[in-house]
Nanobody, 115 residues
């Protein structure tokens, strides 16, 4: 069993930055892939970025060059550095972990980009 707890969301002006964090806890040994998804009102949940245990990354086209995903395997933590935020980045951001054939989700953290 894996528990995921996100933090770092909030209100930010367009062009600003936020850093999300997600800590995984439980009986864990080397989580394969961790990532961030988001869901805006009235829209489906979409992949934002993902990172493997070895550090390979994947980004949605809409965030390439603005967002950076990273992880600290020793701390079972994944980060999402979000720069040059736009109003269309407003959404609930969910942490995700793929571990032993099971998909785990955090409770979500709200990011609002507005002036």
């Amino acid at each position: 069993q894996v528990q995921l707890v996100e933090s770092g969301g909030g209100l930010v002006q367009p062009g600003g930055s936020l850093r999300l964090s997600c800590v995984a806890s439980g009986t864990i040994f080397n989580i394969n892939t961790m990532g961030w998804y988001r869901q805006a009102p009235g829209k489906e949940r979409e992949l934002v970025a993902a990172i493997t245990f070895g550090g390979s990354t994947n980004y949605a086209d809409s965030v390439k060059g603005r967002f950076t995903i990273s992880r600290d395997n020793a701390k079972n933590t994944v980060y999402l550095q979000m720069n040059s935020l736009k109003p269309e980045d407003t959404a609930v951001y969910y942490c995700n972990a793929w571990y032993r054939q099971i998909n785990y989700w955090g409770q979500g953290t709200l990011v609002t980009v507005s002036s």
